[in-house]
């Protein structure tokens, strides 16, 4: 009897749930179910594991591939530099000494390489002092310990010709080589290195100490602080765990509709476990079980994947970056976030399912039955309120610009993300309302789309995101390479070099009186580009030469970005421009498209200095009411010309740094203006290799020039079309398995119809119908995210909404109208095959 009493107690003490034990009955439930179902969560697995692998190897790249925090500074706070004949030098080391304690020289002579123009260092510095250690690295051998030795860079006893053990010879002493060493901060520095005190005239002296807390000002005009690392908003590491955090959004999204169908699938099994005493929150738990397990899983994948995919890539980023890269040198404040985020969002996936599956009574639950269909009108009016709302954030955004309107721009995004996801469920219901008066097997997937909402929203929200980035990039890229005055894209073609007349930025003509005795004379530099240009086949050397005349917009912020060249009739021959084609009244040429057509344009002759009554653009910005300027720059008649004659001309080269907008000699002639060399272009017959650039680059260095050779800047086309792959490729691939588990959601339906007599081809239109109405349905609703967003920054943004009128319609009509399309040929192609049994369901 007592017995019996203390059970009867017991039990009305357990917790209603069944406390810990059925909690971990339902874990070891939800492993098993994993275990025997990871194929049918394969794709959300795998999604999550490239997500981590790319967020680890892409935060690695983000960040290791920097210029490294002790460049130069070692480990020390800051830095003196002084020229080798400074005076009283010793004085002034003994006086930092003094005052902030330890200190370390370093003093280097600049030498160069025999017959090459390439230099090196003779380094005077102790590897194992007190601030340079970072800077110093062995690689075999041993350092130098007598005035007799030297420690030199794998590329300098290369140019040498000497190995450890060998004599080193400069400037008339010998010394042996006993090691091979490397600045691991800098794999481009090439130096020699000695002891202290064996550099008998140096070039530059650095001093390493540390004055915590004293600015460089209050020590001295030589001195330099270490900077400090980047910790704003938009930082590597956050721009990374920004777009982790999107992708495992969009993951979370998809994996709504995987753990969804899961709960359908195991709805018999939930409903035997309720019916033998198991609470809505022990199931519950168990369908959440089931998603952190996907999470926990996925993420470790991704981590031992990520790793295995950075440790290959390493040697190449060490190459690209130029600095040694430690083995396990990963960002982990970015890939344990990111591990999390991805447990998160599968557990989040899971919840709602998980809180769908309780309420289906248990009766219905043992029958398989699916729950009835959610009504969804009431998230329609909440998604168009926040899409409205999303509009005026990127509106805000776009007015403050610079000054604070980059931190507007993440609420708007979260704030459109959402609104998409509310909207997605009524773009639903209305595609299965239109598709009422369908052909019969139409209206089954589409109704099958309205009818499972809760899986097919899910699908639909991450088809929209995706093709709302697209669109995004679409459109701003087509508005900012159509920008006819901030002209961008690629600098250069493959086979064009460009020589400049000292810096690229441009000087003071040759032969003048400020820098004779600095560089050689033009015809010098002419000659050695005329031997180059021979030697690389080519004949087409164009002497480009430029005016103190400007080319600028009136309006205030719309400031013409680029170099006017001279049209002379040497550089019109080498592009094929017979003179006859030339307007004669023409003041500028151009192959920038809607220049021609642009009003209130400005052509400015005054020099650098404007003459009295010009206003400059610092100046126009500083004037008007409320200090914010006026709209319009002013236009005297005695220093500039308003709305000049402005020719198109579609055989000017089209490279940023070419002459794609020349002046041309009639204007020339009639401002008076005075022409001085800027450079020589060179144009070869095929594409330069890199060896021909190397030379290139030598022959510049050797007569005083610089050199501009094709950059990697993508063009406009290489940014839509990747951007509309994008778009595509995701969304075929959320489609590919969201496509999947409504087939298998609906497999009852498909074997009734199957055992009435639907033929295969009713099966394919059944599924090419669900694809191509999701896929279309995410492309429509992408768009009008995307252009919500375009539209709201554009309208206040200086550039404004002329920005629209280059559509890239090419590019829109394959996301809005071909994806669909593909993805229903491919559901079509995929589908109709007959069920495997008919007559009854199959038992899970």
Known sequence: MTTTLDRAVSLEHRPKDGGAPARSAMVRWAWRMFRREWRQQMLILALIVVAVAATAVGSAVATDTQAPSTLTFGTAQDLASFGGSTPHLASKVAALEHRFGRVQVIESQTLHVPGSVETYALRAQNPNGPFAGPLTSLLSGHYPTDAGQVALTQGLATDFHVSVGGTWHEGGSARQVVGIVQNPDSLLDEFALVLPGQVPHPTQVIVLFDARGVSPQAIGPNVRERGATSTGAFNPTTIVLTIATIGLLLIALVAVGGFTVLAQRRLRAIGMVESLGATDRNIGFAVRANGVVVGVVGAVLGLVLGLVAWLAYRPTAESNSHHVIGVFALPWEVIGPAMALAVLATYVAASRPARSITKVPVVAALSGRPPPPRQVRRSALPGVIFLI????????????????????????????????????????????????????????????????????????????????????????????????????????????????????????????????????????????????????????????????????????????????????????????????????????????????????????????????????????????????????????????????????????????????????????????????????????????????????????????????????????????????????????????????????????????????????????????????????????????????????????????????????????????????????????????????????????
């Open 389 to 844: 709302g999303a509009f005026f954030l990127f509106g805000l955004s776009g007015s403050l610009g610079n000054n604070g309107g980059v931190a507007i721009i993440i609420p708007a995004f979260v704030v459109l993300i959402v609104g998409v996801i509310l909207v997605a469920p009524f773009c639903l219901s209305v595609l299965g309302r239109i598709g009422r008066r369908a052909p019969i097997a139409v209206r089954l997937a589409l109704r099958d789309l309205a009818r499972y909402r809760a899986r097919s929203a899910s699908a639909l929200s991450a088809i929209s995101l995706g093709v709302l980035i697209a669109i995004i990039v679409v459109v701003l890229a087509a508005g900012r390479y159509g920008n006819a005055l901030d002209y961008v894209g690629p600098n250069l073609a493959s086979n064009q070099l460009l020589f400049y007349v000292g810096s690229p930025t441009g000087g003071p003509a040759p032969g003048t009186a400020s820098n004779a005795t600095s560089q050689p004379s033009a015809a010098t530099m002419k000659a050695a580009v005329d031997r180059l240009a021979a030697d690389l086949g080519s004949h087409d050397v164009v002497q480009l030469e430029t005016t103190d005349a400007g080319l600028r917009h009136a309006a205030s912020g719309r400031q013409f970005g680029g170099q006017l060249f001279v049209a002379t009739p040497k550089l019109l021959r080498a592009f094929g421009i017979p003179e006859s084609e030339v307007n004669p009244r023409a003041d500028i040429l151009t192959m920038r498209q809607g220049l021609t057509t642009m009003s209130k344009m400005q052509l400015l002759y005054t020099g650098p200095t404007p003459q009295k009554g010009v206003v400059t653009g610092t100046q126009a910005q500083q004037r008007g009411p409320g200090g914010t300027g006026p709209t319009t720059f002013r236009c005297p008649k005695s220093a500039c010309i308003a709305n000049p004659v402005i020719q198109a001309v579609s055989a000017l080269p089209s490279g940023t740094s070419a002459p794609n907008t020349v002046i041309t000699e009639h204007a020339v002639h009639t401002l008076h203006l005075e022409t001085s060399t800027q450079g020589w272009l060179v144009q070869t017959p095929s594409p330069l290799s890199a060896s021909q650039i190397n030379n290139a680059r030598l022959t510049a260095s050797a007569a005083g020039m610089s050199l501009e050779t094709k950059s990697s800047a993508p063009s406009s086309s290489e940014i839509l079309n990747w951007a509309t792959v994008f778009a595509i490729a995701l969304a075929l691939g959320i489609l590919a398995m969201s496509v999947g588990l409504i087939r298998s959601e609906t497999a009852r339906d498909l074997r009734t119809l199957t055992a009435a007599g639907a033929s295969g081809f009713a099966r394919r239109t059944i599924t090419a119908a669900t694809a191509g109405g999701l896929a279309f349905s995410g492309a429509v609703l992408g768009a009008v995210g995307g252009y919500v967003a375009c539209v709201g920054w554009l309208r206040t943004n200086y550039t404004g909404l002329q920005a629209l009128t280059h559509v890239p319609v090419v590019n829109l009509v394959l996301v809005i109208v071909g994806m669909p399309v593909l993805a229903a040929l491919g559901g079509w192609l995929l589908a109709g095959r007959e069920p495997s049994a008919i007559a009854h369901q199959p038992i899970e």
